[in-house]
């Protein structure tokens, strides 16, 4: 079964930085899109980027010109790199297939991102 350990959150001040790491436990990167997902509590997980296994990205609105998703097919990972981080990104970040729940019904912990000064 697929498994998706997600790392790399923590607390940073509003501009900072932080990239996002996601691992796969199968060899599922080639083959599907991905998509970096976040969630904050009394809400449903949203979609944040998505990166198709050809490399075409897109990004939710509020994103935009601030995240960017890249992939290594190779390694089985997936990175979301953060700048410029704002307070309502807070949040715990999750990757996945996309559309989820593809190759798996489970999702990772998450990491969980802190934007506050």
């Known amino acids: 079964q697929v498994e998706f350990a997600e790392s790399g959150g923590g607390v940073v001040q509003p501009g900072g930085s932080l990239r996002l790491s996601c691992a796969a436990s199968g060899s599922i990167f080639g083959i599907y899109a991905m998509g970096w997902y976040r969630q904050t509590p009394g809400k449903e997980r949203e979609l944040v980027a998505r990166i198709t296994a050809g490399g075409r990205t897109n990004y939710v609105d509020s994103v935009k010109g601030r995240f960017t998703i890249s992939r290594d097919n190779a390694k089985n990972i997936v990175l979301l790199q953060m700048n410029n981080l704002k307070p309502e990104d807070t949040a715990v970040y999750y990757c996945?297939?996309?559309?989820?729940?593809?190759?798996?019904?489970?999702w990772g912990q998450g990491t969980q991102v802190t934007v506050a000064s």
């Open positions: 996945n297939t996309n559309p989820a729940g593809v190759v798996t019904a489970s």
